[in-house]
Nanobody
Framework: QVQLVESGGGLVQPGGSLRLSCEAF????????IGWFRRAPGKVHEAVAC????????YYSESVKGRFTIARDNAKNTMFLQMNALKPDDTADYYC??????????????????????????????WGQGTHVTVSS
């Protein structure tokens, strides 16, 4: 059974750090693009960070760029989201997902990742349970 299980959320003060984990079951992360998404109270899911499985290309939303880092440990079949300098606006439920990357030419023969979306449906199902992050003093 294909499953992604998130953990690591909690209550943290503004300026603090957390590391979220997402362990994959039933498939190997090494063959998949991956991503972290979040849903703040009253809002829809948004892409936070995504990573290619083929190279070092990644995407970060403008709101987290420079503060969050996505990573994967293929040996542990686990991906991570290191979150630093947390702000109250980062308060949300965080979810991991298999991802489709939006690619755009950089005009020099390469490309960059301009966005990503979750692959939900027959194989990966809907969103997992997520892990909640509250940033508050």
């Amino acid at each position: 059974q294909v499953q992604l299980v998130e953990s690591g959320g909690g209550l943290v003060q503004p300026g603090g750090s957390l590391r979220l984990s997402c362990e994959a079951f039933g498939f190997e992360l090494r063959y998949h693009h991956i991503g972290w998404f979040r849903r703040a109270p009253g809002k829809v899911h948004e892409a936070v960070a995504c990573s290619s499985n083929k190279d070092d290309k990644s995407y970060y939303s403008e709101s987290v760029k420079g503060r969050f880092t996505i990573a994967r440990d293929n040996a542990k079949n686990t991906m991570f989201l290191q979150m630093n300098a947390l702000k109250p606006d980062d308060t949300a439920d965080y979810y991991c997902a298999d991802a489709t990357l939006g690619l755009r030419s950089d005009g020099e023969g390469g490309y960059y990742v301009e966005g990503c979306s979750p692959n939900l449906g027959p194989r990966f199902g809907s969103w997992g349970q997520g892990t909640h992050v509250t940033v508050s003093s």
